[in-house]
C-alpha cells in the first residue's frame, strides 16, 4: 500500500536558458515530462513455443512536448534555427507530499531540436493554442527532491546513462574499452 501521494500542482517551462525572462509560466497549457524506454526486439527460437522481447540496452528517450497558449515569437525561433540545433528547455515542478504536507522539487533538463510547431485551430471564445515537440533529444537529467533519477548523455555512450546515480552501463563500457 502507498504510503503517500506526489501530485504535481505546478509547473513552469524556461525555453532556451533557466532564468525568468525565458520563462513560460503564464502561456504554458500542459507539458509531457519525457520517459525512458528499453528498446526490444522480439526472439522466436525454432524450437520454441513462444516469442519473447528482449531487451536490447539501448534506451529511447521520449519526445518533451507542451502547448503553449497565444503566438509564441520566442519559442517558433527555435525551430530550424540557423547554427546551434540543440536548445535546452527546463521544467520546474513543485510535487505536494499528500501525507506530509510537503512541497516536493521537480527538475527536469531536455537538450534536443524543436521538430514540430502545430498551430491550433483558432476559436473566438479560446483563442489559439500551439503544440510543440522535441526530438534528438541530446542530454535529459531529471532530479526528484534535488536526487538525480535520471541522467543520459548520447554522447557518452554507456557512460552516459544513470538512474538513481547508478551507472546502468558501467561493466559494458569497461568491457569495450570505454
Known sequence: MASTLYNLDFANLFV??????????????????????????????????????????????????????G??????????????????????????????????????VVRGRLTKMQFGAFQKEDGLSNDYEIKEIQFYQLHFQGQEKIYYVWFQGPRGVRIDG????????INVGL
Open 16 to 69: 532556451d536558458d533557466d532564468n525568468p525572462n525565458k520563462s513560460e509560466f503564464l502561456t504554458m497549457e500542459s507539458v509531457t515530462i519525457p520517459g525512458l524506454e528499453e528498446q526490444t526486439k522480439a526472439h522466436n527460437p525454432g524450437g520454441g513455443v513462444g516469442v519473447i522481447d528482449l531487451g536490447q540496452r539501448s534506451i529511447v528517450v521520449s519526445m518533451l512536448q507542451f502547448k503553449l497558449k
Open 71 to 108: 503566438i509564441n515569437p520566442n519559442t517558433m525561433t527555435k525551430f530550424m534555427p540557423i547554427g546551434r540545433s540543440v536548445t535546452p528547455y527546463t521544467i520546474r515542478a513543485n510535487i505536494r507530499d499528500v501525507a506530509n504536507h510537503t512541497d516536493i522539487p521537480l527538475k527536469a
Open 166 to 173: 547508478r551507472p546502468v552501463f558501467d561493466q559494458a563500457a
